[in-house]
């Protein structure tokens, strides 16, 4: 069910094209490329194009008895996560942060977007297996820095079984279980946040935890708790 091309535009648009063309794409099946022309992340930002990385899509059709979509960010985020922990020396520098990237030592290691159409989500997933981009407003990293990576094929391997047992969890034991999870594989609450709203205007404020629905609760110096449901998240 993975199919690996030499080289597409973005493999999200190819998945989305797809969908609105009334293509059924079967969830299990992911879409990977050794080269995008075209990638995008949040936000509309460039994805990186590296030789060697992983970047790769694959489609989930909630139904009316699933968690809420957007959820899906983190149980993807735990997919990467667990798929990238046994390439670390140093377990403990891997993080997740709320609510689409994994960081390594505090330098983005990979990001996650997600896009919904025709009743189904697609998830693009880009990870720094050999290289990492140089950006002018945050630190980035590759697995190569630390030791030595999985190739390609290795890491799509083990990260759509590893995807495919978080979608069976998601929608078996519903949030609870995910959120717990989640946190306990990201950033320590209290620490130091700085949100950037789709207006661009900054919130600081320090990590609060999650909310039932999976929201970022930011803590603000005034003492006000405060639910995010979108944003640019830093860690300040």
Known sequence: MIQIVDETGSTNADLLARLGASEH???????????????RGRQGRQWFDGAGNFMGSTVVRPSSGNPPPPSLALVTGLAVYETVLPYCPQPT????????DL???????????????????VIGIGVNLTASPSLPDRATTALAEVGMPPTLEEFAG?????????LVR?????????LRRWLAAAHPLGTPLLV?????????GEFAGLDSSGSLLLRT???????????DVTLD
């Open 170 to 178: 998601w929608r078996s034991h519903g949030l609870e279980l995910l």
């Open 25 to 39: 794409v079967a969830e299990g099946y992911w879409l990977v490329a050794r080269r995008q022309t075209a990638g």
């Open 93 to 100: 520098q891997l993080m997740l942060k709320w609510p689409n």
């Open 158 to 166: 083990q990260l759509s079984r590893a995807f495919a047992e978080e």
């Open 196 to 204: 950037r709203d789709t207006g661009g205007e900054p919130l600081a």
């Open 221 to 231: 110096a005034d003492g006000k708790t405060l639910p995010v449901r979108a944003g």
């Open 103 to 121: 960081l390594l030592g505090g330098a983005k290691l990979a990001g996650i977007l997600l896009e919904a159409a025709h009743g189904a989500v």
